[in-house]
């Protein structure tokens, strides 16, 4: 049987993140994707922030045109608009970057199997795991001294780890189109309708090459796929499809209840949208996989290169759930939310002073994620135990 000091399960941007961090170190990487291609069925917008364009290397030709203006609608189609000095959006080529990522962890030494479905693990002795995988309807069993699990919102890994696991969401989905003319700088307008999008909000994101149309709530609140056409039929006199190819179809699930608590142990973490790490206020969780995952990798690192168990302590899902507070409470108050009135009245605030920073600092703040280097660090015993 294979040998591996780590199998990274999900080659999402949290998986190939830590996977690549990883090769780099030396550390003999195994990441596994049942996908077949990295560009099939990618569910996210994409849109990256400020924060994490300056502190990470995100490939140029892997994202759109740069976003200074975000415009907020209310459930009248009053309009407020945000303008900043700074670049503060732009959208990932997601299939690109993937493939970029990929390439990169490849070309440090990390070895690649698409197509391959992690299906459990088991117990192999001296605290390493048998991974059990499946590729083209065949067992491909591998041994591992450690496992990360990138699998997703719906993390499967997770469970077998016996670590916490994602119970509440928002859902999805959008349309992604090419050659819609864009009048002016590119821009990010956000829908706030609980008739549209309850709980969360629907969006058009137009950078000048693409211009994704989505909409995003509670599941048990709405049918995603009804809202995002009534959606896209009432922006139409706003933004010109006729010109347009739709380009494809992406959704999906978003944790929003925050960072899970117990992310770790002694076999195996959490990295990404399978730790909760998506900011339960905007739901983006592209700038905590990148953040989350650098720390997966230095933990991990350490982890299989001395055995000290104690390394693992610095990866604790409790460390950054205390940052999320008052997004927490802004996302249960937004969720009791129901009318529309109550909406727009919520919208006129908006517009004045004082509140008018409140928005600007949703939109343009640079809080997305705790910077987890900074972030105290938390006394826990790890023998067999969570951390
Ligand atoms: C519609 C939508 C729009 C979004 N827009 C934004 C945005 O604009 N900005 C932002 O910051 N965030 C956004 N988010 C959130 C963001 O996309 C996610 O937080 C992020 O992509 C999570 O990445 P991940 O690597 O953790 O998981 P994923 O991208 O879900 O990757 C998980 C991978 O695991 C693989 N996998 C799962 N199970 C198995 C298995 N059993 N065996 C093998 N492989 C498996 C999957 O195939 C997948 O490739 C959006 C989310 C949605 C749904």
Redesign the pocket.
């Known amino acids: 049987m294979e040998q591996f000091d780590v199998v990274v399960?999900?080659?999402?941007?949290?998986?190939?993140?830590a996977t690549r961090l990883l090769a780099r170190r030396g550390v003999r990487v195994l990441l596994?994707?049942?996908?077949r291609s990295?560009e099939d069925?990618?569910?996210?917008?994409?849109?990256?922030?400020r924060r994490?364009l300056e502190d990470f290397p995100v490939p140029g030709d892997c994202l759109g045109r740069p976003v200074r203006r975000v415009t907020l609608y209310s459930p009248a189609r009053r309009a407020l608009t945000l303008e900043s000095p700074h670049e503060e959006f732009r959208?990932?080529r997601?299939g690109k970057l993937?493939a970029r990522l990929l390439e990169e962890a490849r070309g440090a030494g990390a070895s690649w199997s698409p197509a391959?479905?992690?299906?459990g693990l088991e117990d192999a002795g001296r605290g390493g795991s048998r991974v059990l995988?499946e590729r083209g309807g065949r067992a491909r069993p591998v041994c591992a001294r450690y496992v990360v699990g990138?699998?997703?919102?719906?993390?499967?890994?997770a469970r077998d780890l016996g670590l916490d696991e994602n119970r509440e969401w928002v859902?999805?989905?959008?349309d992604v189109f090419r050659g819609v003319p864009l009048e002016g700088e590119p821009c990010l307008h956000c829908f706030l309708d609980p008739r549209l999008a309850p709980g969360y909000l629907a969006w058009v994101?137009h950078d000048g090459e693409e211009t994704?149309v989505?909409v995003?709530g509670y599941a048990s609140r709405f049918d995603p796929v009804r809202a995002l056409e009534s959606f896209r039929e009432s922006v139409a006199g706003m933004f010109d499809f006729r010109p347009a190819r739709h380009a494809e179809r992406?959704?999906?699930?978003?944790?929003i209840g925050g960072v899970l608590k117990r992310i770790a142990n002694a076999r195996g973490l959490l990295?990404?949208?399978?730790?909760g790490?998506?900011?339960p206020l905007?739901?983006?969780?592209?700038?905590?996989?990148m953040r989350l995952?650098s720390l997966a990798a230095s933990v991990v690192a350490e982890y299989v290169e001395t055995g000290d168990e104690s390394a693992l302590a610095r990866y604790s899902g409790e460390r950054f759930r205390a940052r999320f507070v008052s997004r927490l409470w802004m996302r249960r108050l937004l969720s009791h939310v129901r009318s529309p009135f109550l909406v727009e009245a919520g919208c006129a605030l908006l517009r004045r002073p004082p509140l008018d920073a409140l928005a600007r600092h949703v939109f343009f703040g640079r809080g997305?994620f705790p910077d987890v280097e900074a972030a105290p660090a938390v006394q826990t015993k790890v023998r067999g135990a969570a951390v």
């Open positions: 399960v999900g080659a999402g941007l949290a998986g190939l993140q596994v994707d049942r996908k990295l069925s990618v569910h996210t917008t994409g849109i990256f922030v994490t959208v990932g997601m993937y391959t479905r992690y299906a995988l990138g699998d997703g919102a719906r993390s499967r890994v859902v999805g989905v959008e994101v994704h989505g995003g992406r959704g999906g699930r978003i944790p990295v990404g949208d399978a730790a790490a998506v900011s905007t739901a983006g969780g592209l700038d905590p996989c995952s997305s």
